[in-house]
């Protein structure tokens, strides 16, 4: 009869079947006492109750399952367990009339229990059963994968479940979690199989019919912890969005094998909006391309750069990144997130704009220059410590990589305010997931703010240093040949814009550069994966020894791959039935579309995983690494806003990954039970390598550390790490300069480095051992202390030099150095001064207006400069002169004359002889290294002086 009503799908019937069966079975035996047939009737009774549970999920009358399970089986642990078979039989009467109201109930409001959320919420308004099932079971699938073969992992993970969603929360919404499915089904019978059949059909209905219940779902799964972890700011969450959108759109051509609208509707969504975000930056602010670390850095260390601070570029800058990023270009958005962190810096310290004509009459006392670059030092600090989720991170990479000048003080003070950011981000986040409101202010999920969260560590080896060591080399290569592609292309791309001659056509080539690359990404992303074939998934094993999950047999492997990987067009799982019960055979999926489908920071995820040995294989990995070297190299010197240092770990994870399953190859699968040699994990290498190739093409050692450390929680791989980083930074020396300052150099701004290097025919050259006099600039333009006004107008018609030294002249004819004035400090003193000398007497007011045009400033000093009754119209600079100028005697050495000259942040240093009269000037651009070369090697071509290169005591000549 159960076999009938089972192929009649006659559920109700069933039901009545087995409790009769029960009623009239359980009170025979107990009445004389047979309590082997009744614990036999018992187990048959459960088995038939299982299998009804399997029919309900055929059929998805969710009302009965869920009745079945959350009902029954709160007590059918209890009294199984001391073997109480009369309030058993009592227990399921109760159950039987319990489940017919409700299902009464439910008929009553004609509602349709195999519809989706969305009916279900327009027909009672508010949760139902249904939802807060799938919800809950859902949450518990995907927080559990990779655990559930642990017993006492999956019970510690709902008990972290409850604790984090709240008892209120789940009972208002109208589930009790005093007994979870998952605890159930581990403890009533171990029946792992019925499990993984519920989460299975689960995972369909959610597919299926999507709507806000399948985006609760993923926010809440182990995937969805990576999108949570990413929306720091407004800028990630639009980014998520954008980049959610096109991808679930072309799974979904996808799986119904539409390659072509698939390929047509990806690449029209990407270049749509890369044409967006290269357009604004080409037509409206061109300083707000690339990452503006390099003219951060630059401004921070003393050159004046135009535009770099302005509202407009802020705005550019944001809207130019999200596009970018979000559509799918092989770029970061953290490069960005720095410059505009300083943005914020320079105009919070400043409150004034110069684009708003806006100045507000606050934090006057912070407008020097010293405040507002210690305030933009603080802003980039904020933007790194904003973007990772790490605070002392940031802080480490303003004071190595951005800021030139540091202090205890500013240590400290940057300390508070990387603090305050990451606070800020973090409270935003516990209350809105993307740009829906959570419910949770205030509560800081680890999830959430840990980036690329490693939730196993794993105990180090000592010989796991000889591969960190070997990775550490190829880190410092690939970095050095990183920057040199990098350069490479960038003189290419500029050596084909100079060819063309029309400025129209020039920007059309910068607009439609980024788009070209973002065709062929696209391209290869959704046709690459075809020429790999589907990959079998591995099985699970439980500490107790029971097949879990996508076993074919009885065949185990202490491995696992991870729940969220891409199918591709691989086929689905199949069910196969053995005697009673239903197993899954083996999953499979495609390699290359989990690493190129999706965004940068999803592939990063997949390739830190732990425990996932064989998750992808070397063609793979040696095909994405290739392919996404080549593409991040050609897309990070576009037009567009982007950064590298999301890239950056990519392709560092990529052979780090590599060289953990070569290691596998060689030594075999190990496990954390194998002991000592757990550390043979393909997820730690490939960590490993995204520090060392992010040390390898940045040089820097602690930033790097620290950020990677509070990006994936895994402080025990510490010290792997910094190997690492050391070993990469050593190798890149060798060969290139950082990819930063690289790009400084090709930018033309000068920067000058802690310490001069100067190397001539690969000798490094001893700068105390030359003087002040062997690289100045000769002759010099001075002005006196009284000049005429025709004299400096003519001066200031005919140079482009930004300062002039001021001498007065003795009665001996010697001209002595007094100071110096800088080029606008000259046009302040000649456009805006009212009182001119006649005849270095008499004060004559001239009734000249400010002028802030530069067009009028020009025809003011050409005026100056033709008309006769400025000839003998003096000014006194007396008043606009810095008397602090610093000069220095022409025997000083070039070694502490380019300590002085950067420590103390100077423009201009003016070269004396003894006589104190200048000889000579000294600017930023006289210390650049290639200048330096170039002088010194006019002087070591002398006789005299090739006799001091013999000297090598304490720079005593």
Known sequence: MVEKYLKVKNYTLLHDLIEEIAKHGTEKYLKVRNYTLLHDLIEEIAKLKWNMVKKYLKVRNYTLLHDLIEETWNMVEKYLKVRNYTLLHDLIEEIAKLKWNMVEKYLK??????????????????????????????????????????????????????????????????????????KKYLKVGKNYTLLHDLIEEIAKLKVEHGGKISQEIAKHGHGGK?????????????????????????????????????????????????????????????????SGIPEVSGFLNGTHLRHIFNIKTLAVKFFSCVAAVGCGLPVGPEGPMIHMGALVGAGLSQFKSETLRLTIPVFERFRTSEDKRNFISAGAAAGVSSAFGAPVGGLLFSMEEVSSFWTTTLSWQIFFCCMIATFTTDLFNSAFDGFSYTGNFGQFKTQ????????????????????????????????????????????????????????????????????????????????????????????????????????????????????????????????WQVSETTWKTNCTYNEMATLMFGTLEEAVEHLFSRDTHLEFGYGSL??????????????????????????????????????????????????????????????????????SFFGGVTRLTLAVTVIMMELTNDVQILLPVMVAVMVAKWVGDFFTHPVYHALMEMKCIPFLDPEPRVTIEK????????????????????????????????????????????????????????????RSSLFVALIHCSMFLVKKGVSVLMNITKLDDPQLVNEALHRYSEQEKYRDTYIDLSKYMNDSGLAVPEKFSVQRTYIIFRTLGLRHLSVIDTSNQVTGIITRKDLMGHNIVEKLSKVLSQPSRLEMMEINDNGVV
């Open 109 to 182: 409001k004609s509602l349709n229990l195999s519809g989706t959320w969305w009916k279900i919420s327009q027909a009672v308004r508010n949760y139902t059963l249904l939802h807060d099932l799938i919800e809950e079971i859902a949450k518990l699938k995907w927080n559990m994968v990779g655990k559930i073969s642990q017993v006492n992992d999956l019970i510690e993970e709902i008990a972290k479940l409850k604790w984090e969603h709240g008892e209120k929360n789940i009972s208002r919404n109208g589930l009790n979690l005093s007994g979870t499915f998952g």
């Open 226 to 290: 990576i999108s949570q972890g990413k929306n720091y700011t407004l800028l990630h969450d639009l980014i998520e969005e954008i980049a959610k959108l096109k991808w679930n759109m072309v799974e979904k051509y996808l799986k119904n094998q539409d390659f072509a609208v698939a390929s047509l509707f990806a690449t029209g969504y990407s270049v749509i909006f890369v044409l967006f975000s290269a357009f604004i930056v080409v037509f409206l602010r061109p300083s707000a391309s690339g």
């Open 763 to 822: 000798k490094r050259i001893e700068l105390e051992l030359y003087c002040a006099k062997d690289i100045m600039a000769s002759p010099v333009l001075t002005i006196q202390r009284r000049e005429l006004v025709t004299v400096l107008s003519n001066l200031l018609l005919n140079t482009t030099h930004c300062g002039f030294p001021i001498v007065k002249t003795t009665k001996y004819g010697d001209h002595c150095f007094l100071g110096i004035i800088g």
């Open 622 to 691: 040696l095909t994405a690494l290739v392919f996404y070297f080549v593409m991040i190299c050609w897309a990070t010197g576009t037009s567009v806003s982007c950064g590298a240092l999301v890239p950056m770990l990519l392709v560092g994870a990529l052979y780090g990954r590599l060289i953990g399953v070569l290691m596998t190859s060689m030594f075999g699968v190990h496990s954390e039970d194998t002991g000592y040699w757990a550390w043979i994990d393909p997820g730690s290498f490939a960590l490993i390598g995204a520090a």
């Open 448 to 575: 959430k703010y840990i980036l690329f969260q490693i939730e196993k560590g794993i105990d180090v080896n000592i010989l796991m240093f000889i591969p960190t060591m070997i990775i550490g080399v190829i880190g410092g290569i690939l970095g050095a040949v990183f920057t040199i592609m990098t350069l490479k292309m960038t003189r290419g791309r500029k050596r084909l814009l100079n060819a063309i001659s029309n400025e129209w056509v020039q920007k059309m080539v910068r607009i439609f550069e980024p788009a070209l690359i973002m065709i062929i990404v696209t391209v290869f992303s959704l046709y690459l994966p075809a020429a790999f074939s589907c990959t079998k998934k591995s099985c699970i094993e439980s500490k107790i020894g029971s097949p879990i999950e996508n076993c074919l047999n009885d065949t185990r492997n202490p491995l696992h791959i991870e729940h969220n990987v891409r199918k591709y067009t691989c086929p689905d799982c199949q069910d």
